[in-house]
């Protein structure tokens, strides 16, 4: 046997998503959870992610397309999986006659959904999308009237849900509270012609920030990951999910005056220990995050990165760390370095940090205990 352990590892604390999901569902009393975990559960791994938080019966597992919706399914989980946007005409006959609940923006969506549903001589619930201020998907209010006569028309549609998305809710709140009040109205107008089982405005920041009088569901993504995209009551208790690290290749000293990495954007001020890292780019190591002061923790000391990502590695200045060998693993994401601080130094956001993680790197789950069970790795 070959000791094959990875390169470059995801390990993912799936407890500490279970907990953060019992705190969206405080921070929102009573509503039911549509666990969002489109986008490899924000890279940390559908299918484990999706095992661990059926046991908490959220309502649905929000998803991206039809292949993530089957990804879902595919784990046996007893919640269904709730397709988040818009969807295609290819993919609608697959989402029909799958029972993955769905939303409809347009009359032609409608349409289509209710002749794949005849055709099958099923009733299909629906979720009817409103157009808040997102500017994404939805029924505009003003044409809410006409689409629940159109619908009268279209027996084999049942309206499930109501649902709308916030675009400011980490950053205006008089739009925001404008928007809810608006909702709300949308709701009154809808609840006039069905009975809608399902009514849902808030994602994280808007469960985080707003409470929501109509609703009755909400859906966290990034909050069920252990990070909170406005600052809140609730912000200390969420725990973060994710540890990325990565093995020292290589260790050696350089001397005065040597460049490191492509385009010899740092060169050595004086002679150092310089490690070579087994991740870069191709692993979602952003190329970004050249040059940004971003650090990585060896033996439990920050050691500063030097000069360019590469595709497939990167190099640490390891001076002041003795002993450091090849073999070694190095944390560049973790408890004490997190996502929010490392999305501000690539100039982006946390969601694009996470979701950014390759599919070269393994996902291990390690519950009950956290990441010191994953030591051995
Ligand atoms: C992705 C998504 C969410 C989750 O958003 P977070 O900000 O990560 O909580 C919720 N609702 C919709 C419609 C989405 O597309």
């Not at 000791?3 to 969206?24: G, Q």
């Not at 609940?101 to 289509?112: L, N, Q, Y």
């Not at 000391?301 to 640490?316: E, Y």
Request: aromatic fraction near 6%; hydrophobic fraction near 45%; include cysteine.
């Amino acid at each position: 046997m070959h000791d094959c352990s990875p390169r470059a590892i995801v390990e993912v604390d799936v407890d500490a998503i279970a907990h953060n999901l019992h705190l969206a569902r405080q921070a929102a009393p009573g509503c039911r959870i549509i666990a969002v975990v489109k986008a490899n559960a924000y890279g940390h791994g559908l299918e484990q992610v999706v095992r661990r938080l059926d046991a908490e019966q959220p309502a649905f597992f929000g998803v991206a397309n039809a292949a993530e919706a089957r990804q879902v399914q595919a784990t046996g989980c007893s919640a269904r999986p709730f397709l988040l946007g818009p969807n295609p005409p290819t993919e609608r006959a697959e989402i029909a006659a799958s029972g993955w609940g769905f939303t409809i923006s347009s009359i032609e969506e409608a349409d289509h959904f209710a002749s794949l549903a005849a055709d099958a001589q099923r009733v299909l619930p629906v979720h009817l999308a409103v157009d808040t201020g997102m500017g994404r998907e939805g029924f505009l209010p003003t044409e809410l009237g006409e689409v629940l006569a159109h619908l009268q028309g279209l027996p084999f549609l049942r309206v499930d849900g109501v649902m709308s998305h916030m675009p400011v809710a980490d950053e205006d709140e008089v739009f925001s509270h404008a928007q809810v009040e608006l909702f709300e109205q949308c709701v009154r107008e809808v609840s006039m012609h069905a009975q809608p089982r399902y009514v849902h405005l808030a994602a994280s920041a808007g469960i985080l920030r707003y409470k929501v009088p109509c609703a009755n569901t909400v859906r966290p993504g990034l909050m069920l990951y252990g990070i909170a995209p406005v600052h809140c009551t609730w912000e200390k208790q969420l725990r973060s999910a994710l540890r990325l690290r990565a093995a020292v290749t290589l260790v050696r000293s350089l001397p005065t005056g040597h460049g490191v990495s492509y385009g010899r954007c740092f060169v050595t001020p004086h002679s150092l220990r310089v490690a070579t890292i087994g991740i870069g780019y191709a692993d979602g190591w952003r190329r970004h995050l050249s040059g940004r002061g971003v650090h990585a923790l060896i033996h439990g000391q920050l050691c500063p990165l030097l000069g360019r990502v590469t595709m497939d590695q990167i190099m640490a200045d390891v001076s002041a760390v003795p002993g450091v060998q090849s073999g070694d693993m190095a944390e560049l994401i973790g408890p004490s370095l997190s996502v929010e601080e490392l999305a501000m130094q690539a100039g982006t956001i946390p969601w694009d940090i996470l979701t950014g993680l390759g599919p070269r790197l393994p996902r291990v789950s390690c519950s009950m205990g956290g990441f010191s069970r994953c030591a051995a790795v």
